[in-house]
């Protein structure tokens, strides 16, 4: 599985920026996908999901109102699009798809993004 993350860039206080994901490979029986983000400094961090079986959507709470994850027309494709960015937003964001495991189907194997930056900053 191979996820190809793209779309960050550097941006003003206030404003937007959309990423965009995309899996292939041997991509079968995905649970969902998703972005996390790490800061320089600081621990990576979950910020939106969005499941296959229902397309039930989740933001952090850091983002949400600004930030909207949906999926794309393509098969295993996902968007995060981000308004009104703030300079804490600046981070890697890495793109995250979930498989089952074949032998327990409770846990979830994370597959990751190479990662795309995004910078914002006056």
């Known amino acids: 599985v191979q996820l190809q993350a793209s779309g960050g860039g550097w941006v003003h206080p206030g404003g937007s920026l959309g990423l965009s994901c995309a899996a292939s490979g041997a991509v079968s029986d995905v649970a969902g996908m998703g972005w996390y983000r790490q800061a320089p400094g600081k621990e990576r961090e979950w910020v939106a999901k969005i499941t296959t079986l229902n397309n039930r959507k989740f933001v952090a709470n850091s983002v949400k109102g600004r930030f909207t994850v949906s999926r794309g027309s393509a098969k295993n494709t996902i968007y995060l699009e981000m308004n009104n960015l703030r300079p804490a937003d600046t981070a890697v964001y890495y793109c995250?798809?979930?498989?089952?495991?074949?032998?327990?189907?409770?846990?979830?194997?994370?597959?990751w993004g190479q990662g795309t930056e995004v910078t914002v900053s006056s």
């Open positions: 995250n798809l979930q498989i089952p495991l074949p032998s327990d189907r409770t846990r979830l194997r994370d597959y």
